[in-house]
């Protein structure tokens, strides 16, 4: 088995740019996620154009449903940032490709002390390789079907 | 659902100690662990003696099959050292319990930097969510049934 | 002897609030800090109002150098913003205070990976107690007086 | 002015091995950790045999002191093990040369969470620039002649 991996951005792979003095995207930890996990698992990783989710709109998602549908895996993990995940989510389930899809992200940048992004991309991966196909949230802990799950906002999860 | 750690030590929880200028054993990291990976699955955490999965003997393992046994929830994940992780495995496959029970660990103390450690526990509790009952190692990316795996001591993986 | 260190703010003690998704500030950093430099040294921490240094005004200068004038101590360590620390530099060199006075700050905050935060407040901690009195800006390694240096801004750094 | 930065070993340095399982020396981290010091001030590092301070020998010892006699540099760090810190200081300081040698090191590796080996490096730079020749122990925030102090190995620091 291989994993795909989807990189679309969102907190996870927010970068603070040091001479802006601001956080942005510069390219994605991925890379050196993947190495850091030491995965003996043959991994595919493809970078999408890395936007906040808020910023992301139909083309963007349709450009993300787009690479799920070419992907040779079954098994495919995406990163994305959580405010319009679970309108991405409904546009990957609403297709019902015959692939598991775990979309996944951050509450706290991958560079920031105490962020949750490797323990969240490590859950997504667990699950991807787990769960029978269909496309699922996956954050903090938990997993959810993509029609039964939103986030709240002012506690930060999802529910 | 409710998830159970249960800590054992390993090379996850090793710990530099600055007055003996060496690594062993404090208290578990997995308490910081649990909060950092901003949980919203309810979880209970196990600490059994922490030790080096070297030092491990028959009544080290029963102990953990009996924390398994006694468990109330059927989602499982202990976290182990590496070395012996087969042989644990092997005891707690045998029981045959109806749970779903996820043994890992880390190739990189979790206070270190650079370490897998996130990875795995993350790995871990989305696999013990989402697999039939059984009893399974998953460590960097890969899931082995307990009776299907050995570790190949020279480049540091399970095979 | 007995450091002083003054908190006001500045890219060194940024904090991503997960909830906002954005940079600010919350606590210092620094009682944090402290601690893992082990400083056997007796330190008198005073934290006034953490700011972003293009936020400061005439007020907040006049507050630190008030801080600085009522201080027992003759070593003094400010942490501050890099946009504005020569103008409060200024302030504090124009009142010729019997005291070594060191700014320093971060480019990139002490919570973001690859920080520069910690060593720059080492550097500091040990030219305050080294340098004659007088007020130096210290920042990456290199030592300022107050009206010898400018910031640089489409590089990053002091000169 | 440039400055020397002389690695010679020491918990500093120290390295986690995962195919061992324990810690030992690879590459030293101080390039790394000149990077992410942003260092504008120009620096020559010189790596000498990494070593656990207890197992130096009269031979290192004048390695060491060889290393300064010969740098260009006035101002020099030497990054040591803090066992028998106090050992090599004597025998540079012995030699009375015409430089400011400054001798750091961690109680905690660098790689390892809640390190202080970026602090101390960073005192001992802004040291090493700004006081009179001579040669110096610096390690958390204080400084100390060579032939005014001791270690404490029950506290774990120098008095």
């Known amino acids: 088995m291989t994993l795909r991996i989807i990189a679309t951005g969102g907190t996870f792979d927010k970068h603070y ?29 493809e970078e999408l154009p890395l936007l906040d989710s808020l910023d992301m709109n139909d083309a963007d998602r349709q450009r993300i ?26 546009v990957l389930g609403a297709a019902q490709l015959p692939k598991t899809i775990v979309l996944t992200g ?18 997504a991966c667990g699950i991807a390789q787990a769960l029978p196909h269909g496309v699922y949230i996956a954050m903090n802990g938990r997993i959810f079907a993509w029609d039964k799950v939103r986030k709240n906002r002012s506690l930060g999860r999802f529910e």
Not at 20 to 45: C, N, W, Y
């Open 17 to 45: 740019d040091e001479l802006e003095g601001k956080l942005g995207f510069d390219k994605s930890h991925l890379p050196q996620v993947i190495l850091r996990a030491r995965m003996t698992l043959p991994v595919q990783l």
């Open 106 to 123: 951050a509450m706290i940048p991958y560079e920031t002390k105490n962020s949750d992004a490797l323990f969240n991309f490590g859950f």
């Open 65 to 90: 449903l787009g690479a799920c549908l070419r992907a040779d895996e079954t098994g495919i993990v995406v990163v994305h940032g959580t405010d319009t995940m679970k309108q991405t989510a409904e």
